[in-house]
């Protein structure tokens, strides 16, 4: 998840030189080390760069630029293509359905939907009918690789450089199907911009792997932001739930 319900605290930093930095305080000390250990393999030039870190706190590189939060297809276009570079970092490997790691996903995905039925934000006929629909729409298999965590709109600029994502604290090795969901999930894109996304990811076996089981993955990226976003007690799990209504009869 991208985080454990607190907040991370982001600070711009200018020094008497001028220079502008980010400071940052994450959520915990490991997730600094992962960051440590895999900011530096993502492409110079269009991510922050990871310049120091000091128990939960890093200092990162500031890029200037404009919100991409206003995005046509060709925004769409590229910003697959940025995805795509993360997906490349390390050599991807292909799950079975037996797998642990397909598996410690889809026991997250229980957990998340108890944890969702135990605040009260879905009754027990809903829990029963979303587990049910996730049992029997599980992928045979799944791909692990290196995923962004939280690829969207919101954490792209336009600079100097091109398109660039500006928060990559939550780099790290995982399911890339699940990580095409989320970016899909928190990206409201048209039609055609989903299709020109596609498009420049442009990553045949992960792509295929994804919409084939689209329903599967979209389901527990709803389920994922749902829960996180109770934990912070935000308004937007609403838009987790409505999305869990409208996917599971």
Not at 96 to 115: F, G, H, I, Q, V
Request: hydrophobic residues 40%; charged residues 25%.
């Amino acid at each position: 998840m991208p985080g454990d319900g607190a907040p991370r605290r982001t600070y711009r930093i200018e020094l008497v030189s001028g220079r502008i930095l980010k400071g940052r305080i994450v959520t915990s000390p490991a997730r600094a080390e992962r960051m440590k250990r895999w900011l530096p393999m993502l492409p110079a030039g269009r991510f922050s760069v990871l310049l120091g870190v000091d128990g939960d706190a890093t200092l990162e590189s500031w890029i200037p630029g404009r919100p991409c939060r206003e995005s046509d297809e060709e925004v769409a276009r590229a910003a697959g293509r940025l995805l795509a570079h993360v997906h490349d970092t390390i050599e991807r490997t292909r799950l079975s359905d037996d797998e642990p790691r397909l598996a410690a996903w889809c026991a997250n995905a229980r957990r998340w939907t108890a944890e969702l039925r135990s605040a009260g934000c879905i009754g027990d006929t809903r829990s029963r009918r979303v587990l049910a629909h996730l049992e029997r729409l599980r992928p045979a298999g799944a791909t692990w690789g290196l995923r962004h965590g939280d690829f969207c709109a919101d954490n792209l600029v336009h600079a100097d450089t091109g398109l660039c994502c500006i928060d990559n604290a939550t780099v790290s090795p995982g399911l890339l199907e699940s990580d095409l969901a989320h970016t899909l999930y928190r990206w409201s894109m048209t039609a055609r911009q989903r299709e020109a996304f596609l498009h420049g990811y442009e990553r045949g076996d992960v792509a295929t792997s994804f919409l084939r089981h689209e329903d599967f993955w979209t389901v527990t990226a709803a389920l994922r932001s749902g829960v996180f976003r109770l934990r912070q007690r935000s308004p937007a799990v609403a838009t987790a739930l409505a999305l869990l209504n409208a996917r599971v009869p």
